[in-house]
T-cell receptor, first 112, second 115 residues
Framework: AQSVTQLDSQVPVFEEAPVELRCNYS??????LFWYVQYPNQGLQLLLK?????TLVKGINGFEAEFNKSQTSFHLRKPSVHIC?????????????????FGDGTTLTVKP | ETGVTQTPRHLVMGMTNKKSLKCEQH?????MYWYKQSAKKPLELMFV???????ENNSVPSRFSPECPNSSHLFLHLHTLQPEDSALYLC??????????????FGSGTRLTVV
C-alpha cells in the first residue's frame, strides 16, 4: 500500500514570485510519481512525471520537480508564477503494478 | 484536448431519472477508470477496467453501473441517484504492459447535479 501527503492545502503567492508545492509519499515498493494540475471545471492535466533516470524532471508551463528517494519527496517548483497558474495541483504515486494514489490537492492562488 | 473525451460536460438530473455518462479514448490505452471528485474531498476511484474486464469496484453503490464494451469506450449508467451524488465525474485511461502502468490521461469530466 502507498500513501501521498501534500503538506499544504493552500498556497497563496504573489505574481512573479517562486513557489514550491510539497509532496511526500510512502510506499513499500518502487513507484512512479506524477503531478497534475486542475483548472476550474476541468479534468486533471499531467504536468510532469518521474519514471526513472534523472531525478530533476521538467514539465509543462515552466514547472519542475525533484525526486528525492531518501526523503521520499517529490516537490513541485516554479521560479516565477503567473496569474494563470492559479489552480489545484495534485501529486500522485503509482506503484509498479498497481493503481494510483492521489494526494488531497494543493490550491495555488497567485495574486497580482 | 487530452485524447480522452467525456460527454456530456454538464448534466442535471432528477432522482428518478436514468442517464449515462460516456467516455472515449483513442490513445491506444488498454485500461480505463471512473473517478468521482466531490467538493472538499479527495479523488475517489470508482471502477477500473483492464482490457474491457472490470478489475475493481471500490464499494460503489449499485445505482452506478459501469459498462466497457471495448477498450476505447467506457460508460457510467446512472439511476435513482441521490443529491449527494452530485460531483465531477472523471474518466481516465492508461497503458498497462507487463504489469506496469505508465500513468493516467484524464478527460475534462462531467459535472453532475442531482436535484
Amino acid at each position: 500500500a502507498q500513501s501521498v501527503t501534500q503538506l499544504d492545502s493552500q498556497v497563496p503567492v504573489f505574481e512573479e514570485a517562486p513557489v514550491e508545492l510539497r509532496c511526500n509519499y510512502s510506499s513499500s515498493v518502487s513507484v512512479y510519481l506524477f503531478w497534475y494540475v486542475q483548472y476550474p471545471n476541468q479534468g486533471l492535466q499531467l504536468l510532469l512525471k518521474y519514471l526513472s533516470g534523472s531525478t530533476l524532471v521538467k514539465g509543462i508551463n515552466g514547472f519542475e520537480a525533484e525526486f528525492n528517494k531518501s526523503q521520499t519527496s517529490f516537490h513541485l517548483r516554479k521560479p516565477s508564477v503567473h496569474i494563470c497558474d492559479t489552480a489545484e495541483y495534485f501529486c500522485a504515486v503509482l506503484p509498479n503494478a498497481g493503481k494510483s494514489t492521489f494526494g488531497d490537492g494543493t490550491t495555488l492562488t497567485v495574486k497580482p | 484536448e487530452t485524447g480522452v473525451t467525456q460527454t456530456p460536460r454538464h448534466l442535471v438530473m432528477g432522482m428518478t431519472n436514468k442517464k449515462s455518462l460516456k467516455c472515449e479514448q483513442h490513445l491506444g490505452h488498454n485500461a480505463m477508470y471512473w473517478y468521482k471528485q466531490s467538493a472538499k474531498k479527495p479523488l475517489e476511484l470508482m471502477f477500473v477496467y483492464n482490457f474491457k474486464e472490470q478489475t475493481e469496484n471500490n464499494s460503489v453503490p449499485s445505482r452506478f453501473s459501469p459498462e466497457c464494451p471495448n477498450s476505447s469506450h467506457l460508460f457510467l449508467h446512472l439511476h435513482t441517484l441521490q443529491p449527494e451524488d452530485s460531483a465531477l465525474y472523471l474518466c481516465a485511461s492508461s497503458h498497462v504492459t507487463q504489469g506496469t502502468n505508465y500513468g493516467y490521461t484524464f478527460g475534462s469530466g462531467t459535472r453532475l447535479t442531482v436535484v
